[in-house]
């Protein structure tokens, strides 16, 4: 079945960087987008970048230039680096293929000194 589990979240200073990792398996992974979505306390869910089949890629404005989404096709997996960590990065980050409703456990990624 699908599935997916991210991990590497921590608690980081301000500025900091972190990068997170997302192990997908039960579907044919080359073949679909996978994105990073991040839910912060009392916030909605909200995306934060996205790696299509093809390589390309979209991030949200508030961490345009700071985070890098990427993947590996043969080990299934795809990477936020996140870069100048700000508190208002603190949330549960998500990752998610595209077109399938089915969410991991996610993990948390705390920005404070």
């Known amino acids: 079945q699908v599935r997916v589990v991210e991990s590497g979240g921590g608690l980081v200073q301000p500025g900091g960087s972190l990068t997170l990792a997302c192990a997908a398996s039960?579907?044919?992974?080359?073949?679909?987008?996978m994105s990073w979505f991040r839910q912060a306390p009392g916030k909605e869910r909200e995306l934060v970048a996205v790696i299509f089949s093809t390589g390309g890629t979209n991030y949200a404005d508030s961490v345009k230039g700071r985070f890098t989404i990427s993947r590996d096709n043969a080990k299934k997996m795809v990477y936020l680096q996140m870069n100048s960590l700000k508190p208002e990065d603190t949330a549960v980050y998500y990752c998610?293929?595209?077109?399938?409703?089915?969410w991991g456990k996610g993990t948390l990624v705390t920005v404070s000194s």
């Open positions: 998610k293929a595209n077109g399938m409703n089915y």
């Open positions: 039960g579907f044919t992974f080359s073949r679909y987008g």
